[in-house]
């Protein structure tokens, strides 16, 4: 009743269109889904346009960024040297580097070197050697509009082991986001993520997942890469999420340093990889955000 008589007034997005030509439509679709069972995204999880072009923006940055760390990685290299690269180009881009004081957390970015999975200190002493694998995970801040993407970098002579690692890994996120569509589910995507890592023998960490991403750098949902075809959050345009499964050559299992209580290392001591993307639900599809 309340939603009938509103039809003419603005939408609830903040888009300026009248409700009826917006999200009327979109919010009845929902409420079935919803009627049904199935877990749905409240409003605040959903951007519109405006929002998303700010997204982009920051998005743009976020690349620019680890563009220039691709450029610079190689042997020898202190971990430092890639959060003053992190500093040094998301500032002269007009944007804060997102982690630097993220509940506590002391650097501008995580690089996690081999058996440690995530959130790895940048830190001086930590210097790149032939044969390492590293994620590098760059977050920015734009105007209050977040993004997140991390890639994978090989250092010198990497056994085959490990290239094939970092290589399923990456073929992870892409076989979740072709799962990516508006009214699937989240689960659709986090099952093909862990089919192909399982496939080849690898497994996904479970207790550490991704996110919504934009207005905040975390949001709702959180995201798995264990779960299944056809559960978790209904999928819906206008939703942003990460794709940023951890992948490990071991078992699943990992720790977190007891001195820093940040860095998450594999509990076996076998490599880890992690790339991680931002996607857009689209009305068609996604839209890739940052990589
Ligand atoms: N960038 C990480 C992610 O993908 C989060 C890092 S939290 C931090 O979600 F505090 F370590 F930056
Ligand atoms: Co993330």
Redesign the pocket.
Known sequence: MLEKMGRNLPCWCGSGKKYKNCHAAFDSRVREFREQGYEVPSRKLIKNGEQIQKIRESSRINMAVLDAVTREIGEGMPCSRINEIVNDVTYSMGGIP??LH??G?PYSV?TSVNEEV??GFPDRDTVLRSGDIVNV?V?TILDGFYS?S?RMFLIGEVSEEKQKLVRVCRECVDRGLEQVRPWGFLGDMGQAVHDHALKNGMSVVSTIGG?GCGLEF?EDPYVSYVSRRGTGMLMVPGMIF?I?PMVNLGGPEVTVDAENG?EVRTRDGLPSAQW?IMVLVTEEGHEVLTW
């Open positions: 997102a982690p993220y509940e957390y995580c995530c959130h995970d977050s997140d991390s996110h975390h990460t940023e940040w991680e």
